[in-house]
């Protein structure tokens, strides 16, 4: 479609020279602090960033202006006009208006000057809300109590606009006059209390009245394990009045129906304990308890700037079997996060149990043995007054597949339970899809693995008595979560609670928040600190995240020197963890030490910090030196014991000396091809760096036939045998102990769907996707394949097919950025190459007309193509 497009625009353009300056459209996809329109911002000098429209090729921003004001239906600028500012800068713009107050909304727009010097339109208004960005600000103080607080107040006046700010721990669920406000659940995110504790912002203007209200707060354990609340409103009335209501002794509180609540163990919720009306006003409290102020988690208050948990979709069951009277499992068809949402009615009293697993037995019956001391059940006891009762535990959630129901009064339906997808709401910005069938059911299996463990960290499963935020997992799966999902809220967020634990003496720890492994953490699950840090830089260009980080990532790497030998690092505990083979620990670390000097001094050189650049170069330059002279044996380019992941890690690290890299590359071929009949023997570290680094070195065939193998080990193996999540293990386990089907640490994988298979690559010289590279290979029996992405500057896109004798490729580059298109030669030179119809190579040499097109050349059968932005369409085909 876009082919035609780009042909209506050549031509349209030099008939009608008057519509070029309507060709700059207005900017789209306005986000501060990556948020579109946040509620609840407290840095005191946010970002903007935003998308550039252009209907012709080839463009970029020459200058922007932003107004940011207080008026809504037309930002004017009276708090900031920034006037016209030559830049191509089109993300991360810092705010430099008239210093921000508190709970305040602010509305912006942004226009720019394309490379003709021709303004855009400007963009509709955005907006973002502060939140309370001074400690004083804080009114409310904290309260305990039952697991049930409330409060009644009166508005003298209309309220015209009126917020909530509410810290609630473990887990709550705010209610005024009657309903739940907002759509989070699972809320605030899990962070080291002691830190740092989030609140979230309500917009409740709709929610109150003039008169009576009330405001009812149910409270969880969580990760807190116990309650606390923390909480103001602030109401402005018609007639320049406010009120406020705020936490403190006044408040009251009452048991309510949730008998116990885990995130392990599930909630017990008897429906016979309710007090209706509680969240209404004109409840009689009476006989209520007073809340009693306590001294709460010392954490900072933090604004929560990040995607919540919510219900993000409900799923009906696809089976229901009987495996004994009574006893009921319903088959989701999909391994997921979440909690189910059930209808009955029946006696008073009735206890109705849910249990829920990943895993059944050959019987039908429920395997709950890989959920180790999780009891994920769920109990309902019922009211019994005769109307169907509906319940979804609300401080909870599982991993599971199936779910077993006993207890129920009468026989279930199908339709008596649906499911509730729960996890951290970040969307989706990406696709990849190929002829390859096994790909994108492991593509399906990423996305879901990932997606159901985003749960305000990333964690390592869903389901057993774990869900820690495990480092290693972390990193591992961190580039194909930002290649998938709108992530930099997310790990900013994440990066700040690394941050939060680090230790005096430099140390991070091998779960985040701390509460599983230690401290100090294994120098793999370490590596989460700059590794996360870069690849924040990488993919959306953030400075702001390297000047923020770059003490904390440099004492993390002071302190694996302080437990170093002559440059060894000789302590680990994990390494590359779960491998068919086992590598030693000290090379693996070892070269997390040596990553974490390197990636110190790229950031120093980039935050201009030249001494301290020049002396981690010098210092990763050391340790590298260091472990080719007690790992590599040089005449048989073996290192340490040979094993894949012992060759790799070196390889992908350019750690090699120059002679010696074709007799490592070519000692791990010959483990990967032959000794092991092409299948893997790596762990989680080895399986990540050895896809980029078999496309880096022109082995892409053998990459993908590693990747689509469907016996074990690999992920094929797992779909064969009925996976829809990917396993922690490349076994097929199903007993007691660590054998999770949820656990996306394989899914590095996924990352290289992208970068090789549709080709679409980041250039760290020229961060969030400034300057691209498209280098789809074109691989075995691969027919197409097409990867499409948003970043952070606009959409770019990738999608190739073969056709008979030849190839079609069709690429978008945001307006901003540009790219390099190799298209493979296919072996079939001499080749001419055409776009949208017009030959751009032909006779060996660069054809120019196209717009948008710089030039084409011959490297050694790939025929490569400089672009600027815009959609083409190009054909290869044999002269
Ligand atoms: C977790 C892992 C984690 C590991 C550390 C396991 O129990 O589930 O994914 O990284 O422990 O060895």
Redesign the pocket.
Known sequence: MFAKWAVLCVSIVPLLPAQESSMAGAPSGLRCEYLADPVGIDVPQPRFSWVLEHAARGESQTAWQVLVSLKADAPAGDQWDSGKVSSSQSMHLVYAGKPLASGQTYYWKVRYWDSGDRASPYSAAARFETGLLESADWKGKWIGGANQIRKEFTLPSRPVRARAYVAGLGYYELRINGRKVGDHVLDPAWTTYDKRVLYTVYDITERLRTGANAVGVMLGEGWFKSRALRMQIHAELEGGQSVDVATDGSWKTMPGPIQSDSVYNGEVYDARLETPGWDRAGFDDAHWKAASLIDGPKGLLSAQMMPPIRVVDTIAPVKLTTPHPGVYIYDLGQNISGVVEMRVRGTRGTHVQLRHAELLYDDGTLNVENLRAAKATDVYVLRGDGSLEVYQPRFTYHGFRYVELTGYPGAPKFDTLRAKVVHSDVRPTGGFTSSKQVLNQIQRNILWGIQDNLHSIPT??NQRD?RMG?M??AHLYAETAMLNFDMPAFYTNFLRDIHDVQGADGTVT?TVPHRY?SRPADPA?GMAYPLLTWYMYEYYGDRRILEQHFDGVKAWTDYLRTRSRDGILDYSY?GD?VPIERTPGNLVSTFCYHWSADIVSRMAEILGKGGEAEGYRKLAGEIKDAFNAKFLTAATGVYGTGTQTAQILPLFLNMVPGNRRGAVFGALRDDLVYTRNTHLATGILGTKYLFPLLTSTNNSDLAYELATQTTYPSWGYMVENGATTLW?LWQNKTGPS?N?HN?P?FGSLGAWFYNALAGINLDAAKPGFERVTIAPQVVRDLKWATGSLDTIRGTVASSWSRLDNGLRLEVTIPVGSQAEVRIPELGLSPVTLSESGRAIWKDGKYQSGPAGIKGVRDSGGVLVVDVGSGNYAFALARE
């Open positions: 390592d499963c774990e495990w290693a997992d091998d492994g699950w994990y963890w922690e660590m999770s656990h640490m």
